[in-house]
């Protein structure tokens, strides 16, 4: 008789325990369901209705790109809710939301001597870099050019007007970024040709060719690549590199994204 209590008492007690982890991973799916996005570590809780509202817009996205695109803010438009960036980082990210004030000034700049116009300035690590490529590649007979570097705020004002006052502001915004707002303003950033074409014309070119196939290598990436005008807000620009050193730009390759989505998924929360 006491033995038969014994086991009904040990009975209930697993019955029980079942039935409160049956409760717990109904209620752990259940908010799967209702939060898709929590799972992943770049997730942000204050942003919760901004994924809801997005998802809506954008039905097809998977819980993963609506995270990452709403904290890149493009469920904003471009310019608007911007931040700024106030310190100088190999790896920094300059965009239409994120901008660098007037006087941000980098502190490795230096001179680009070779492969490149007069009076080129670079971050050193990238002008490092950057020569080490252009060398190579001339060994294989194609000529890198540097034509447009580091760019300072009033100069990048004065380029945005000019385009602007000649294209509209619509068209301008869609190649020019406005002052503050440029990748040239970090000295991180490269724009070539191949010194006997023009710049716009460097994707017929066989240094682009070789580009494609080698600039990872030297830690660069193809920063405005086509079809990624809704992530970078701009044109594909097959002339404009920037420099994140050989492992990022090795990944951003094979896995065929933008800066913006290694940033968001890798960088922002380090
Ligand atoms: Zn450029």
């Given at each position: 008789?006491?033995?038969?209590?014994?086991?009904?008492?040990?009975?209930?007690?697993?019955?029980?325990?079942?039935?409160?982890?049956?409760?717990?991973?109904?209620?752990?799916?259940?908010?799967?369901?209702?939060?898709?996005?929590?799972?992943?570590?770049?997730?942000?809780?204050?942003?919760?209705?901004?994924?809801?509202?997005?998802?809506?817009?954008?039905?097809?996205?998977?819980?993963?790109?609506?995270?990452?695109?709403?904290?890149?803010?493009?469920?904003?438009?471009?310019?608007?809710?911007?931040?700024?960036?106030?310190?100088?980082?190999?790896?920094?990210?300059?965009?239409?939301?994120?901008?660098?004030?007037?006087?941000?000034?980098?502190?490795?700049?230096?001179?680009?001597?070779?492969?490149?116009?007069?009076?080129?300035?670079?971050?050193?690590?990238?002008?490092?870099?950057?020569?080490?490529?252009?060398?190579?590649?001339?060994?294989?007979?194609?000529?890198?050019?540097?034509?447009?570097?580091?760019?300072?705020?009033?100069?990048?004002?004065?380029?945005?007007?000019?385009?602007?006052?000649?294209?509209?502001?619509?068209?301008?915004?869609?190649?020019?970024?406005?002052?503050?707002?440029?990748?040239?303003?970090?000295?991180?950033?490269?724009?070539?040709?191949?010194?006997?074409?023009?710049?716009?014309?460097?994707?017929?070119?066989?240094?682009?060719?070789?580009?494609?196939?080698?600039?990872?290598?030297?830690?660069?990436?193809?920063?405005?690549?086509?079809?990624?005008?809704?992530?970078?807000?701009?044109?594909?620009?097959?002339?404009?590199?920037?420099?994140?050193?050989?492992?990022?730009?090795?990944?951003?390759k094979e896995n065929n994204i933008t800066f913006e989505e290694y940033y968001y998924e890798f960088l922002e929360k380090s």
């Amino acid at each position: 008789m006491k033995k038969g209590m014994i086991i009904l008492i040990v009975l209930i007690i697993i019955v029980a325990t079942l039935c409160v982890i049956k409760n717990n991973n109904k209620k752990i799916n259940e908010e799967k369901r209702n939060n898709p996005y929590q799972e992943f570590n770049f997730y942000k809780n204050e942003y919760l209705e901004r994924y809801k509202k997005y998802q809506l817009n954008y039905p097809n996205l998977t819980a993963k790109d609506i995270v990452l695109r709403v904290n890149m803010n493009l469920d904003n438009s471009f310019y608007t809710n911007t931040k700024e960036v106030t310190k100088f980082n190999p790896l920094m990210l300059v965009n239409k939301y994120n901008y660098l004030s007037k006087n941000f000034k980098v502190p490795t700049l230096v001179s680009v001597d070779s492969f490149a116009k007069e009076g080129m300035k670079l971050d050193k690590d990238t002008k490092d870099a950057f020569i080490k490529m252009a060398t190579d590649a001339k060994k294989k007979n194609l000529n890198l050019r540097a034509i447009s570097t580091y760019r300072t705020y009033d100069y990048q004002a004065n380029l945005y007007s000019n385009y602007a006052k000649s294209d509209g502001i619509n068209n301008a915004d869609t190649y020019s970024a406005r002052p503050g707002f440029s990748e040239h303003h970090t000295g991180l950033a490269i724009d070539l040709d191949n010194i006997t074409k023009i710049f716009t014309d460097f994707e017929n070119t066989k240094e682009f060719t070789w580009m494609k196939e080698n600039a990872y290598k030297y830690g660069f990436i193809l920063r405005y690549p086509k079809d990624k005008e809704n992530i970078t807000g701009y044109i594909y620009e097959p002339w404009h590199y920037r420099y994140v050193g050989y492992k990022i730009a090795k990944y951003i390759k094979e896995n065929n994204i933008t800066f913006e989505e290694y940033y968001y998924e890798f960088l922002e929360k380090s």
